[in-house]
């Protein structure tokens, strides 16, 4: 079985620092990674995801992750966070075998960048 | 370019009420097509999935069942609504291979059964 852990409820930080949201995984298999995020009352938006290659992964708005296997891995980072970055992030998994066929989904970090 | 829709946007039902939730893509053609449920703002529970007409599988026993009467139509049932029920739906469709490509999401329905 597959599953995906956000061990931050919430993150907290201030404009124009940088940011990190956590994401750790278990799989059997080579892992395919994403990130989403979501706006109030919005459906989801995909940012990135990790197939293969380079363990740096550049997506949209300025979010990149890195992939770590051996750590078993997939933070969300963004060098200067903006107010408008504030919205719920989640990280998904899937590997394609051993039942991992759709990916799944964390229970989201909540993410609010301070003025 | 791809779109998805989903209708209504809101909905009030009384519990023992049926339900019909309807989910439709454009732009594309044999989408892998998802219905989520998220209570609470938090995370989000796969519902059913389908990668080709005909092609329904659950993840969850209950009082829900969906169908896809055409390629890139799916439809969330419910012959009698409960409480626990209430919640944010989400439809959601990729292509290809579901464990390798991403899910592009739909805006929601906010569900309340009361």
């Known amino acids: 079985a597959q599953s995906v852990a956000q061990p931050e409820d919430q993150v907290n930080v201030a404009e124009g620092n940088p940011l990190t949201v956590k994401c750790t995984y278990s799989v059997s298999g080579n892992p395919y990674l994403f990130w989403y995020v979501q706006y109030p009352n919005r459906g989801l938006q995909f940012l990135l995801k990790?197939?293969?290659?380079?363990?740096l992964v550049k997506g949209s708005y300025g979010f990149e992750a890195e992939f770590n296997k051996s750590q078993t891995s997939f933070h969300l980072k963004k060098p200067s966070a903006l107010v408008s970055d504030s919205a719920l992030y989640f990280c998904a998994v899937s590997s394609g075998s051993g039942g991992s066929y759709i990916p799944t989904f964390g229970r989201g970090t909540s993410l609010i960048v301070h003025p | 370019s791809q779109t998805i829709h989903q209708w209504p946007a809101t909905l009030v039902q009384p519990v023992g009420s049926p339900l019909s939730l309807e989910c439709t893509v454009e732009g594309t053609s044999n989408p892998n097509l998802y219905w989520y449920r998220q209570a609470a703002g938090r995370g989000l529970q796969l519902l059913f999935y389908s990668v080709g007409i005909g092609q329904i599988s659950s993840e969850v026993p209950q009082n829900l069942s969906a169908s896809r009467p055409q390629d890139r139509q799916f439809i969330l049932s419910s012959k009698k609504l409960l409480l626990s029920d209430s919640g944010f739906y989400l439809c959601?469709?990729?292509?290809?291979?579901?464990?390798?490509?991403?899910?592009?999401f739909g805006p929601g329905t906010r569900l309340t059964v009361l």
């Open positions: 959601a469709w990729s292509d290809g291979e579901p464990y390798r490509n991403e899910q592009f």
């Open positions: 990790y197939i293969t290659g380079d363990n």
